[in-house]
């Protein structure tokens, strides 16, 4: 009922019962729901008295999985624990696994707590704040790296402290928490005073955080520390420039 877009591929769906899952220290009951999507061409190969018969035929790679997750058989009166995973790509029309089908939404741990503060912090730097203060791009380079050495260095999150340590303005703090309020709620998210970080949460994030000043065509050049050591000007012809500032030649 819910795989009828043409652009959702058709494959072989197994459900399993599995007993004696560990989750949490505990061990509960719980079921699996595989789709495999993707098939592989093979050689099959029967051996006869004097020679080998070889067929051309397709199968699913065992080495991988396309759609898959376990639901745990615990928290019936919360909402059961789920292991997702999806490797198709993210558009609308793929997503029905999660959405339709499953209908599962992220937990309230700390994976997701860091993932989502990080990911809410982003979203307001490169796209909120410029349309609230004046800000060059180099400074919006330095609120991202500032954002990722907080959770990269302190074990717990803490929202004052953060923002306190990342925005270091009243007006921009205070339009963050407007922002970071009004998002939570749109997207159904959960708001927490403070959470330990998890570390992997915040080396996959990492990956998207970018300290990249594009001029032009011409140059890319990588933000990664003081932001006082770089200028930003412009020549009486009208031309723009930055200045930067080192003392050591790598």
Not at 35 to 46: G, N, R, V, W
Not at 76 to 81: I, L, N, Q, T, V
Not at 149 to 178: G, H, L, M, T
Not at 208 to 220: A, V
């Amino acid at each position: 009922e819910h795989s009828d877009h043409p652009k959702v591929k058709a494959g072989e769906l197994n459900v399993v019962v599995f007993h004696h899952l560990g989750l949490d220290g505990e061990f509960v009951d719980g079921i699996g729901i595989f789709k495999s999507e993707s098939d592989t061409a093979f050689l099959k190969m029967k051996g006869e008295s004097e020679s080998y018969s070889i067929n051309h035929e397709f199968g699913f790679d065992l080495n991988g999985i396309d759609k898959g997750c376990l639901v745990f058989n615990n928290g019936e009166d919360r909402g059961f624990d789920v292991l997702n995973i999806d490797n198709t790509k993210k558009t609308g029309e793929t997503r029905y696994w999660v959405n339709d089908f499953l209908q599962i939404k992220p937990g309230n741990n700390d994976f997701h707590n860091t993932k989502d503060a990080l990911q809410i912090t982003k979203r307001y730097v490169t796209k909120q704040l410029s349309q609230e203060f004046e800000v060059e791009k180099a400074d919006q380079i330095d609120l991202l790296n500032r954002t990722m050495d907080y959770f990269k260095n302190n074990d717990a999150y803490d929202p004052k402290e953060f923002e306190e340590s990342v925005f270091q303005n009243e007006s921009v703090i205070s339009s963050f928490r407007e922002f970071d309020k009004g998002y939570r709620e749109e997207n159904e998210m959960f708001v927490n005073e403070g959470f330990d970080i998890s570390e992997q949460a915040v080396k996959k994030q990492s990956r998207s955080f970018k300290s990249i000043l594009k001029l032009d065509k011409n140059f890319s050049v990588y933000i990664h520390g003081d932001r006082s050591q770089i200028e930003k000007g412009q020549e009486e012809d009208g031309r723009k420039y930055y200045k930067l500032y080192y003392d050591k030649e790598g």
